[in-house]
């Protein structure tokens, strides 16, 4: 589900798990000395954290705060299709930069 953005209502089955897990119960946690919180089994199930995974905070300009897995790099594997093409030799790089740099604009005196 990473990576992907769902319409959820009360027919779907996961929004059906939200609304009844997640949004149907008061979830509260205390914050101790060290300024440490745990997050309810719930939001951690619906966010699929494991122990030893991060997450980031980001504070809307309305005082919400909203938390989110910090995925790795590698899930944004496959969005993009490959075009299979051949390694580049050094030569064609060099003449590939060549002719981008004769094709660009000169540069602006100030």
Do not use: C
Not at 63 to 84: D, E, F, H, Q, Y
Request: charged letters at 30%.
């Amino acid at each position: 589900m990473a990576g992907q953005v769902r319409q959820i209502d009360d027919t779907d089955d996961l929004g059906y798990y939200i609304i009844r897990n997640v949004m149907g119960q008061l979830m509260e946690s205390a914050i101790t000395v060290k300024g440490q919180a745990t997050i309810p089994k719930a939001i951690r199930d619906h966010l699929r954290l494991k122990p030893g995974d991060r997450v980031k905070f980001f504070l809307h300009p309305d005082g919400s705060v909203v938390l989110l897995p910090k995925l790795p790099a590698s899930t944004l594997r496959g969005i993009v299709k490959s075009r299979r093409r051949r390694p580049m030799t050094i030569q064609e790089m060099d003449e590939a930069t060549a002719e981008g740099a004769s094709d660009a604009r000169p540069a602006r005196r100030r």
